[in-house]
């Protein structure tokens, strides 16, 4: 449900709230916010919360010492663990100038202009989410271990699937939340599990996968678990994945999926710093069914994308993401380069070839491609560029 802003201050009142957290992203979509009294929320919706700039991720080189949270009103939700006596309301916020203007490294209001730019060419893109993370067991005094917390593997069930429960919890408490869950299974390592998500346009998919990690972990670590997405928590298991199915049709409702996987294919190489932005991020890849060349298949094993049509429809499956990247700038790169492929009516290369490019090998190798590439300095801000790029 989509809300104004008079909606959120009458619901703020209706429902008992005592707290509101504004909350926005670092430059790798680590998830922060500042709590504020209901209150406040009036003036955070007319001129902005302040926050110190220069403490945050790909924010340290902004001119301004402050920089000013204001709510978006569309993404309200009540955090449903919270107590039902005195709730806590969660808003999404753009981070905004003293002047106003959103702050030209708010990751978030790149995918909106992304989004923008899509339908002022006439094409919709729409994004799914496969989402595998590990449970493991935190130690007496709350610290994670790398004990998983079952010894299940692929599709199995209860009792030796000892994650089911969690799972279950996760989906009904996200949906409440106003995500999409579609499908839940335990995934091949122990304790290991994989939550989908159904299609949706790209801002809300991004805002889901933020909100879905956020509430995954809080509820892993009410029972006492540890909630891990990194690419490779275990070194001699599967490895996280982050695949990100997309679909998009022009104004003419023709299916130009595979052009725009073209186009995503032509830059791969680019654009992988931001699909992995980690040194774990190139131990997955490679490993198990985790790509490594720019390949594709309609087989569905270890190609970056697996092509598959069905009931008219053609979906694409990009499998060398993890869930390290920043899902704004992610998506806000495959709209811009999807649309350069269907602008250009690019074709696929050969299908499943050895003579495919090798995706990156490390994150140095990543960061000095996307430094050098014109398609990523025409949408990424210098500043975040140079964190990525720079990162220890």
Known sequence: MSYTTDEVLNQIEEEDVRFVRLAFRDAF??????????????????????????????????????????????????????????????MFCDVCTPDGEVYACDTRDILRKAAARAREAGV????????????????????????PYDRAGYLDIAPVDKCENIRREINLTIERMGLTPERSHHERGPGQNEIDFHYAKPLKAADQITTFKMAVRTIADRHGLYADFSPMPLPDQPGNGYHINLYAVNEAGEDVAI??????????????????????????????????????????????????????????????????????????????????????????????????????????????????????????????????CSRP
């Open 124 to 147: 919709e893109f729409r994004f799914s989410i496969e989402s595998e993370f590990y449970l493991f067991l935190l130690d007496e005094e709350g610290r994670e271990t790398k004990i």
């Open 259 to 388: 052009q725009a996987a073209a186009g995503i294919m032509e830059v791969i190489r680019d654009i992988t710093i931001f699909l992995n932005p980690t040194d774990d991020s190139y131990s997955r890849l490679g490993s198990s069914t985790a790509p490594d060349r720019a390949d594709w298949s309609r087989e569905g094993k270890s190609e970056l994308m697996y092509i598959e049509t069905f009931n008219g429809r053609t979906r694409v499956e990009l499998r060398s993401p993890d869930a390290s990247g920043n899902p704004y700038l992610v998506y806000a790169l495959l709209i811009y380069a999807g649309l350069s492929g269907i602008g250009r009516k690019l074709s696929l290369p050969e299908e499943m070839t050895q003579n495919a490019d090798l995706l990156p090998s490390s994150r140095k190798e990543a960061g000095k491609i996307a430094l050098g590439s014109a398609f990523v300095r025409q949408i990424i801000p210098e500043e975040i560029l140079r964190v990525y």
């Open 29 to 90: 979509g680590v998830q922060k916010n500042i709590a504020v009294m209901p209150g406040e929320v009036k003036k955070a919706f007319d001129h902005g919360m302040p926050i110190n700039a220069r403490e945050i991720a790909g924010f340290a080189d902004s001119p301004y010492a402050s920089l000013y949270l204001k709510p978006d009103p569309a993404t309200l939700t009540i955090l449903p663990w919270r107590s039902e006596s005195g709730k806590v309301l969660r």
